[in-house]
């Protein structure tokens, strides 16, 4: 017999509305799985187990009084929230030592639309500090480890949500990509991640940030799934209808190309290149045409991106006597964006919205473009930060200071994400290869295409197309 954790989240949503299952049984099952596994792949920072069976009592007794076509569309429905997500009553950590921990007063946007949708919120997940970095480690809680590897990180910034429906604690899960924060764990633990297009999630919006890099997305184990969640973030839309329909022939621009690569030249792995390779087989497979695309990044984009997406970090109301609380990494880059002038950012943002008109321009000439989604495999826990022992938490003075080093690690890791957040386009990434030969063996690797302005429908349908 399947297990309520084995099913797809859109036939566990329909076994919810009709009664089959009752959200009190979903919500103590996903609960006893968080129990169980979270302590090894430290996927949750906090498990808010008494207000999740409450809102399951709350589910069971609405569907009692409910017709199935009455009820919302993720009634019933387990998901948790990124750890800098305010959750009503529930501490936000952001991933920081530096910040009070005080319980939020109400619900972030985001989150007003999962509840309103009837999904039950079961705690908050691992982040890094501020979702800075591409793996979610911090001073705060254990790292968050990859389900199929746990001495390998589940990426970041959403790499806590990644790696709980990875492992089976959720059925799906919200993320949000700044910079690659929902395609790069979603790669990392092999999920389907989608990061659409800018403002097509009305609740993405941040105060934070400047240049509007964020954008929610799903992580789910399918296309469907996250056409699921795509219904419920962007209401009206009909993804999920949308994605029964077979896509037509594309041509498909494939290119190794970044624009880090001026700053931080990088060779890819052969992993990354079997990806690639895996991934161009099923698509010509699918009927469509694909072809090499170079494309010309203007190397002046490393130091306006790096400008845009630390500005936040650099306004964030954090008390001096607490700043020597901060990571390396979130202290060096809040320093200098504390010291740029307001003319040095908006000059860095007038650049971005330059690179995107000419980014867009190339990448017109194709219906998607195809490149890997990450550069390297899955990197070890600790990597990046040169703590690499595997262990939970690093005090101030035992954590290395090399700020730089780590960023450019990260860059290099996955150096195809940040250019679609600002260039404001969708795009999707697909586990298309496993390095041990087969899906689930191994470590996965992926691939990510990026469609033009409105084609988050068309992405997901190439995936379901291609068997995902």
Known sequence: MTELHELPALALRDLLRSGAVS????????????????????????????????????????????????????????????DLTDVAGVVTTHGSAALDRKPAPADAPLVALFKGAGAISLGKTQVPEFGLTAYSENRIAPPSRNPHAPSRSSGGSSGGSAAAVAAGLLPLAPGTDGGGSVRIPAAACGLVGLKPGRGVVAAGESAGDPARLVAPGPLARSAEDAALMMDVLAPGNQYLSAITQEPPRLRIGVTLDSPWSSTFPFTPDREALDALQAGETLLEQAGHTLGDAGIRYDNRYPDAFTTAWTAGVGAARISPSREALLAPLTRTFRRRA?????????????????????????????????????????????WFTGTAHGGDRWPSAQWPGDADGDYRKQCEYAPWSSMVNVCGLPAITLPVHWTGGAAGSGLPMGIQLVGPVGSEALLLQVARQLGY
Request: neutral net charge.
């Open 338 to 382: 504390q010291q740029r002038s307001p003319a040095k950012l908006a000059e860095a943002l007038a650049f971005l919205r330059q690179f995107q008109h000419d980014t867009l321009a190339q990448y017109g000439q194709w219906d998607l473009m195809l490149m890997p989604a990450l550069a390297q495999t899955p990197r070890p826990v600790g």
């Open 23 to 82: 959200s009190t049984d979903v919500t103590s099952h996903f609960l006893d799985r968080i129990g169980s596994q979270n302590p090894l792949l430290g996927a949750f920072i906090t498990v808010t187990a008494d207000q999740a069976m409450a809102q399951a009592r709350a589910a069971d007794a609405l569907r009692s009084r409910s017709e199935a076509d009455e009820l919302p569309l993720l009634h019933g429905m387990p998901v948790a929230f990124k």
